[in-house]
């Protein structure tokens, strides 16, 4: 039964949903990371929120661990690339809290408009300030979007009720999406120009780390008004607290920070400027939804091999992964046989469906020949971190789909080019759903896929399976299926060999001296 530890505290659904789904869990909270480090080797999966650190030291001790799951959106505190070189898959809840992130967007825009917090912080000083809380109307008022994904979309939503005009900023925007969101896309700089309010709806990246800098805070409206309900780093903090002193921005409302908890920041007491302590995702609503949302992703992942929302794998529904499963094996094990045969550093991988494969989602199957391929590098190597390995290595990868009707119902065929040329296997699924190799460097053959093997290429000429059956019986070697092909009467032929114990070096190089011998190699499986 696989074993999850929830490490930080989450609503008891979450547990309740894990017991549910036949895994066993855990709830330890509060652990030192040395206190964690000395425990979570007992894992197959690990529920966080946002105080546990899921570094690389707790990753190695982690030896059991398959899944990391993120209630929230955020995965800072998770070292992603030293979980995929460790093969763990990490997952986060990206819906579970939207329509709490982006209502919270919505009220800090009232908040400015109005001034709400000085307003009450003021009357309840007894002052009654009438005067001097002069607001603004948001009807009519340009709404500038910098991300429309899920939560800026549910936002311009909001606007648009409040007949607010919205315009996007995002790359990965349509033009076909942003008429269904009824909203205008626009560049960056028009987006400053225009927008009396912006808000930020981004991920942290590269390329979107203090997209509000000083100079862009420049090219924005005389009166804007600034809301990031997003990631702390996205604004340049410095430059907005000079832009509010001097009255060009005319307010600002965040709800992160660059450092958080941000006890301290030179931003706080600055004109105009509201604060809150990351509320995005604090309702009682989202809370229980992401609580639920983890575990079950968890538990598609540990019971049946779904994979949902995922940051360093492929999505391969709960549905999917039971019809995906039997061609997911076959692939692994063409990989894991070409990976053996291929002589020499691989320089790119061509993994080819046909038939019934051909109309499943490819990303899994690539994912199982990698694993396959890259085990003669590591025999740690899985879907998750194969495709990592393969990029390391600097590995071409090409999949191609095809249409066509073939000799076989269903197809998966996996070429690598080498120094020494391309070497190409194809294998398919028969009824039982077995693994079955078809085709090996374009010799037609039939055979399983399993245990230990033998590998000879030969010369086609009589006698010689008879010497390849006596100097295997004089080892003691007990032969379990044989299976041979050749290109034509009298040329090359291949020879696969099922035996019930490993081969050592010592009898292969027998076999390698043998008359009419071209090739002979042990294989794993």
Known sequence: MPKVLISDKMDPKAAEIFRQRG????????????????????????????????????????????????????????????ASTKGVVVMNTPFGNSITTAEHAIALIFALARQLPQADASTQAGKWEKSKFMGVELTSKTLGLIGAGNIGSIVAERARGLRMKVIAYDPFLTEERAVELGVEKVDLDTLLARADFITLHTPLTDQTRNILSKENLAKTKKGVRIVNCARGGLIDEAALKEGLESGHIAGAALDVFVTEPAKENALFGTPNFISTPHLGASTTEAQVNVAIQVAE?????????????????????????????????????????????????????????????????????????????????????????????????????????????????????????????????????????????????????????????????????????????????????????????????????????????????????????????????????
């Open 23 to 82: 895994v066993e869990v855990d709830e330890i909270t509060g652990k030192t990371p040395d206190e964690l480090k000395a425990i979570i080797g007992d894992y197959d999966g690990l529920a966080i929120r946002s105080s546990t650190k899921v570094t690389k030291d707790i990753l190695d001790a982690a030896t059991n661990l398959k899944v990391i799951g993120r209630a929230g959106i955020g995965v800072d505190n998770v070292d992603i690339p030293a």
């Open 297 to 525: 992703q968890m538990s598609d992942y540990l019971v049946s091999g779904g994979v949902t929302n995922a940051l360093n794998m492929p999505s391969l529904s709960a549905e999917e992964a039971p019809r995906l499963k039997p061609y997911m094996a076959l692939a692994e094990k063409l990989g894991s046989l070409v990976g053996q045969l291929a002589h020499g550093p691989l320089k790119s991988v061509a993994i080819e469906t046909e038939g019934a494969a051909a109309e499943l989602n490819q990303k899994p199957i690539t994912g199982a020949v990698l694993a396959g391929l890259m085990r003669v590098y590591s025999d740690t190597v899985n879907m998750v971190n194969a495709p990592f390995l393969a990029k390391e290595r600097g590995l071409d990868v090409r999949e191609v789909r095809h249409d066509r009707e073939g000799d076989y119902h269903t197809l998966v065929r996996v070429t690598v080019k080498t120094d020494a040329g391309d070497r190409s296997v194809a294998g398919t699924l028969f009824s039982d759903a077995a693994p079955r190799l078809v085709e090996l460097f374009g010799i037609k053959v039939e055979a399983d896929l399993a245990g230990n093997m033998l590998y000879v290429v030969n010369e086609d000429a009589p006698g010689f399976i008879g010497r390849i059956g006596t100097t295997l019986g004089e080892a003691g070697v007990n032969i379990g299926t044989f299976h041979l092909g050749r290109r034509a009467a009298g040329g090359e032929a291949v020879l696969l060999l099922s035996v019930d114990e490993p081969v050592d070096a010592e009898l292969v190089e027998q076999l390698r001296a043998l008359p009419g011998v071209n090739t002979a190699m042990a294989l794993s499986f």
